[in-house]
């Protein structure tokens, strides 16, 4: 075979890394994400699908998982990975199509829904257009049918298959496979978290079978379920003048220590910001039993109040009826001990003119008491059922401050109100679930139904008894006990709909617990977890569960299906007769046909795949755990144990644990790894706090676990390095089953971002373990500065793309070892060139950490470290290094090496004044060696472009 021709130098604004790799043993040589990726413009775009929250794509109003992907960028990540380098070599019709390679890449860029120019670098946050601003996000763009003919045709040329396969095994929130299915694909799906999975079929599989005439069945069991429940509960709910309540607002309330009366807890008393702003005004004197409260209005009303004097900061409270301190260790004690109360100190209506608010009357106080009584009447026999989430919170946990504030288990998260609405519409659902043919009768639907043949007291299972509960004598009420259920369903059919039933009980446990948060700034009632843990709030909302949370609730869940399957409708299949199939096997009548086949969402762990053969797979593409940053099991039990109950029967292998599971999960957790060493977790250094840290009001409500240690005593650095191990060991054991899977001139893509060194040294660590190596690394721009989890943290926003090779057929083949010392050189060498390139691009801070680490990574990768920290240079010293135990974690010499990496990004950034103005090659130019240690030399500016001076190829990487 005669050797083709080097290609020329791909474009500035997307260099690859590392020197040129050999060629791989499949046809078309590189892949596309091997040499070019339009990173900038992906990053504008990603920043654009979530800029505005009422415009996100539909997967994230289905169900709440935290962390996902921007679908653009995971669209970049699957198509860039199996679409071929532009090569002269290709089929004439292919080179007709594509004359250069910049034509390629900007028909990509177009597939994409970027529509990037290529040929010359751009900016990461480009001041586009207005044409550019106006032009639909890129998540909406749908390939058109000659896109779609083009892209089987460069598979075809690429993998010898117009249909490559591709796998996710830790799926998550389904980014990565619902634009593997948009882009004609059918792609292998695997997920551990039971939540996640249910939410998987909600996203891709049910879609994907049953297409929009779904939508239908959805509405109408969903309107039926929340008559019932309303008729059911809105006795506890009033509405005065015929004006139902849009939000209740409490707060929690501790005994005074020196009185014994009720302090209510609040870090602000604000219920509106603004150019019309309202606020609670607290007021007390010696001879009232507790606090009231009035409601004030205008800025000079609210000046005169000063309602940003709460009466909590930072875990210590202040007493207004002798003003001295309530300290944070008392508020914990009386919590545990089950006297941390809560008062209603406002409402909140809709009105023609807007929101108005009142404070509580006598009627809201009688509602709520009468509430409290209901459920004390019927706690016992739904526990009897299992209907209430008993469950005790885990006693190992990164986050410890529902326990220390007296909720020792899932159902203490909700006040009594809110508990009598969830098991209510969870009691309801069941009873619909043998009506519409999803399930057989339970024990709950069975005493519904024999309720309502007797008519007796709250709670009948029929449409009757329900009316009798309203006081059910009127006309609304005889209306609805006449009324009949819509037909039932075929089985599967009605899985279906009951599946998406079940996520609108979730939706609403997220707006109707004690973590939600009434946010005076857009009027509105913020989730449980607006944060990714479960950050406690002094003052709560509620909305009014009888009217307005599951009819909104279902508008959300029946929207984001009606937008899933539009999304999926627009594919067109490789098959031209494969949608008639499609279409006879699961399409309603009169119905679009579904999009794309059914496919099957495998449930386990991502280290062992036994249904799919070794070297069968063309594409890993996955987004794993991000170190510590969130904890997916931890969270995800506020919602399994709803989903448990809602959904058991219809899922059984899904949800017969008690919760999710845990010790299979790729997570640092610190708290789990020092518990399974015998330990204590001491100075963790996730979001939660010890029994002994300080809770911080962080003044918008929300009182965090402490201070973040970085040093801490001895068992603090063990326990982090102890989930530093743990995490790198579950990522190998999983990459080695990838490579498993992986076809030897299959590709490994990973999205990965953090800000810590050892995070990147843990995956870097699994991928040379699992016999990868790293060929290319993207930074793209995905989180916005404004989000509540990037606001005012060193956090990256940016996430970087690795596209992997495996080092070789051989599972167990090692990567070459160096000198410590030799591979500090190179990596600090790799960190010189690629800061020097982002800094031209614009990256600062956090972001250009993520590109410098990810060029690291290839480094890292391709040759790993030969003793210690150094090289010994006796022979005592040798014996003594190879015999050492190795030490927890991904190793010193990898640490280090990050670490010198970040430092030289650091000195580089700041050496270069700020940010380059202008057009980027038009900024500071930096000079210098890096091999002595000082980054870098001497600083100068140009008055026009030019190309930036260093220490020149030099060796390379690697």
């Not at 929009?212 to 069945?217: E, I, K, N, T, Y």
């Not at 409402?347 to 404070?359: M, W």
């Not at 569960?545 to 299906?561: F, G, I, N, T």
């Amino acid at each position: 075979m005669s050797r083709s021709r080097r290609p020329p130098r791909p474009a500035a604004s997307a260099p690859r890394i590392g020197r040129r790799a050999p060629r791989p043993g499949w046809r078309a040589g590189r892949a596309l994400i091997e040499e070019w990726l339009p990173a900038a413009a992906l990053g504008y775009e990603a920043q654009r699908e979530r800029a505005a929250s009422s415009a996100l794509p539909p997967l994230y109003f289905l169900h709440v998982w935290w962390a996902r992907r921007p679908l653009v960028v995971s669209r970049a990540a699957v198509v860039a990975s199996l679409l071929p380098a532009w090569s002269r070599k290709w089929p004439p019709s292919l080179r007709r199509a594509f004359p250069s390679r910049d034509s390629y890449q900007g028909w990509v860029a177009r597939v994409l829904g970027v529509g990037e120019p290529v040929g010359r670098p751009a900016r990461p946050d480009p001041a586009p257009p207005d044409a550019r601003l106006r032009r639909p996000r890129a998540f909406a763009h749908s390939p058109t049918p000659r896109d779609a003919a083009l892209l089987r045709a460069l598979f075809q040329v690429a993998w010898r298959t117009a249909r490559p396969l591709l796998l996710d095994p830790m799926a998550g929130g389904g980014s990565i496979p619902f634009e593997a299915l948009r882009c004609g694909l059918e792609p292998l799906v695997n997920e551990l978290n039971p939540v996640a999975w249910v939410v998987l079929q909600a996203t891709l599989a049910y879609p994907a079978r049953f297409g929009p005439g779904l939508a239908g069945d959805i509405r109408d069991w969903g309107r039926l379920w929340a008559e019932r429940v309303r008729l059911r509960l809105e006795r506890f709910y009033p509405a005065p003048q015929g004006r139902s309540a849009f939000a209740y607002l409490w707060a929690r309330t501790v005994p005074c220590p020196t009185t014994g009366r009720p302090v209510p807890l609040s870090p602000n008393w604000w219920l509106r910001r603004g150019s019309r702003p309202a606020a609670a005004r607290l007021r007390c004197e010696p001879g009232w039993a507790r606090c009231r409260f009035e409601v004030v209005c205008g800025e000079a009303a609210c000046a005169a109040t000063h309602p940003g004097r709460g009466t909590v900061r930072r875990g210590v409270g202040v007493s207004p009826w002798t003003g001295e301190a309530i300290p944070e260790d008392w508020i914990k004690s009386q919590a545990q001990a089950g006297r941390l109360g809560q008062q209603l100190y406002a409402v909140a209506s809709k009105t023609p003119t807007g929101l108005e608010f009142r404070p509580p009357g006598p009627e809201d106080e009688r509602a709520a008491a009468e509430a409290e009584a209901e459920l004390a009447r019927r706690l016992p026999g739904w526990r009897a059922w299992g209907l209430v989430p008993s469950e005790p919170y885990p006693d190992v946990s990164t986050d410890a401050r529902p326990r220390l504030y007296g909720m020792p288990s899932w159902a203490e998260m909700f006040s009594p109100r809110q508990l009598l609405a969830q098991c209510t519409m969870l009691e309801v659902l069941l009873e619909l679930a043998v009506e519409m043919g999803a399930s057989r009768p339970g024990p709950a639907a069975r005493r519904g139904a024999e309720s309502g043949r007797r008519g007796a007291g709250p709670g009948g299972g029929t449409a009757k008894a329900a009316a009798e509960d309203a006081g059910g004598t009127s006309a609304e009420g005889r209306r609805a006990a006449a009324s009949g259920s819509p037909p039932p369903l075929e089985a599967d059919r009605a899985r279906a709909v009951l599946t998406y039933l079940a996520l609108a009980l979730d939706k609403a446990c997220d707006y109707n617990s004690r973590f939600t948060r009434w946010d005076p700034t857009r009027a509105k009632i913020t989730n449980t977890f607006a944060r990714h843990d479960f950050s406690l709030k002094w003052s709560h909302a509620e909305f009014d569960a009888a009217r307005s949370l599951l009819p909104w609730a279902l508008d959300q869940v029946l929207d984001a299906y009606a937008g899933i399957a539009r999304l999926l409708g627009e594919v067109s299949p490789p098959d031209p007769g494969q949608r008639e199939r499609r279409s006879r096997a699961g399409g309603a009548a009169g119905s679009a046909a579904p999009a794309a086949a059914p496919l099957a969402i495998t449930l386990g762990d991502a280290a062992r795949l036994p249904h799919l053969p070794s070297g069968s797979v063309h594409l890993v593409c996955l987004d794993p755990p991000y170190f510590d940053n969130v904890q997916y099991a931890e969270c995800s039990d506020f919602f399994y144990v709803w989903l448990k109950r809602a959904l058991g029967s219809l899922y059984p292998p899904a949800f017969s644990a008690p919760l999710t599971e845990k010790r299979l999960e790729a997570v640092a957790n610190p708290a789990r790894s020092a518990a399974a060493a015998g330990g204590s977790p001491g100075g963790r250094t996730g979001p939660a706090a010890g029994a002994g840290e300080a809770g911080e009001d962080r003044g918008d409500g929300t009182a965090s676990g402490g201070k973040r240690r970085r040093g801490g005593n001895g068992a603090g650095a063990s326990a982090r390095q102890l989930a530093a191990e743990a995490y790198r060991s579950r990522m190998a054991a999983c990459l080695l089953e990838a490579r498993r899977v992986l076809r030897s001139d299959g590709l490994l893509t990973v999205m990965f971002t953090h800000k810590r060194a050892e995070a990147w040294a843990a995956l870097a660590s699994a991928l040379a373990e699992a016999g990868f190596e790293v060929r290319a690394a993207w930074p793209v721009r995905t989180e916005s500065q404004h989000s509540l989890h990037q606001a005012g943290k060193a956090a990256a926003a940016s996430t970087a793309l690795l596209a992997c090779r495996p080092r070789g057929v051989g599972l167990r083949r090692e990567c070459p070892q160096l000198p410590a010392d030799a591979l500090l050189a190179r990596v600090r060498r790799a960190a010189w060139r690629e800061a020097r390139r982002a800094l031209r691009a614009g990256a600062r801070g956090p972001d250009l950490h993520v590109a410098v680490l990810g060029r690291a990574l290839a480094v890292l990768t391709r040759w790993r470290a030969q003793g210690g920290e150094g090289t010994p240079r006796t022979g005592e010293a040798r014996r003594e290094a190879a015999n050492a135990p190795p030490a927890p974690g991904p190793g010193p010499a990898v640490v280090k090496a990050l670490q010198t990496a970040m430092r030289a990004a650091r000195r580089l950034e700041t050496a270069s004044g700020g940010p380059c103005p202008g057009h980027p090659g038009q900024g500071p130019r930096v000079e210098g060696r890096p091999g002595q240690g000082r980054l870098p030399g001497r600083l100068t500016r140009s008055p026009r472009p030019q190309r930036w001076r260093g220490p020149g190829a030099r060796g390379g990487e690697g």
